[in-house]
């Protein structure tokens, strides 16, 4: 399969050709107006509510320039001469200077764009669309990524790569430039599609099984970001637990328990009812009565402890999981604040608990000697 330029008609083969020289001769100043973009991005988005992982940049080479502006359209008219699809480049082209911003997370290239966008002295936003949301609509898929056309206000590089481009004209320091935002699991799938796709050695090298391997890998990076994110969410759930200035000093009540339990051990919830008022009453006969405290109480690492000394027959619901567990942190006195009086007749409670403290008991004094 030809190339644009090669497969370009004589006529247009001039038009073309003076254009790829002129951008030859400019490429240089405008490698600096890569850089000085480039900069100004790092500069703005750090320290920033979101850190990229990366921010990037490229000047298009002369070659791609080259193919890109060979690029033609159908005639005007039926029958009519070919008509080129950027018959003036320098004017209609964004794409010349492109930055590349790469995100963990699907939420960060808002994030991203936004703060971009807010920077109004600095760039001049002239468009902005979601490129994968065509797909979404037509349920198809493709690589989301986010598509800023900035324009560049004053800027000193530029005025500089303009005195190159033509210095009959006064320099304004206004430059388009692209910049796409994306996460690095769409970066990388856009890299290798993009390789295999428009810069194969051989575009030949073809079969239609490469559409659907592309296509199904894209819904699986779509899963993958998913699951991503919803692991950051319940982190950030999670860590906020401990923040005494925040979700951490909030007082616990029936549901506030449940929230918190079902976030912190979902695979450990109630087969019945949803009552949960018997969890707020043993926690606050303990003065438990904070977030922080409940996360505090249910580590991982206690909860183990506590599971290989009882050595439970069934697998406790969170009713006797949370009963065993301040039993272990608190032991006779968790039997006196919450069992029935020694005198008391019958005391199944409390008998339970004298039995399952001995359990605990035994199982620490092995554990120790």
Known sequence: MPSNWDSLDVSLRESVQANVEIYERVRPALKLVTRDVLLVLRRMLKDSEVTPLFVT??????????????????????????????????????????????????????????????????????????????????????????????????????????????????????????CQIRTVFAHAW????????????????????????????????????????????RYEEVRSYWDMDGEGAAQLTPNRIRDVWRTLLPHVDRKVDDDWGWAAELMAAHGLNQTVQLAGLLSAQRITEVRKALDHRYSPGPDRLLDDLLLWQYGTKHIDLTAEAPDAVPHPRRDSLLRRLKQIERYRHAKAT
């Not at 930055?99 to 760039?123: G, S």
């Not at 856009?190 to 030949?204: G, L, N």
């Not at 079969?207 to 970001?225: C, I, K, N, S």
């Open 57 to 178: 940049g490229r000047t298009k080479t002369v070659e791609s320039f080259r193919e890109k502006i060979s690029r033609i359209e159908e005639p005007l008219e039926p029958g009519g001469p070919p008509v080129l699809k950027f018959p003036d480049p320098f004017r209609t082209l964004n794409d010349m200077v492109g930055v590349r911003v790469i995100t963990k997370l699907p939420a960060e290239n808002a994030l991203a764009a936004n703060i971009i966008k807010r920077e109004r002295q600095v760039f001049d936003c002239r468009g902005d669309r979601e490129k994968d949301i065509g797909s979404i609509e037509s349920g198809t898929y493709g690589y989301s990524s986010r598509h800023l056309i900035l324009r560049t206000i004053q800027n000193e590089t530029v005025k500089e790569y303009q005195q190159v481009f033509n210095p009959d004209l006064p320099p304004n320091g206004s430059y388009f430039f692209e």
């Open 190 to 233: 856009s890299e290798i599609e993009h390789d295999i796709r428009f810069k194969a050695e051989d575009p030949r090298a073809w079969t239609p099984h490469f559409d659907r391997q592309f296509t199904a890998t894209a819904a699986m990076l779509e899963t993958v970001e998913t699951a991503f994110a919803d692991l950051h969410e």
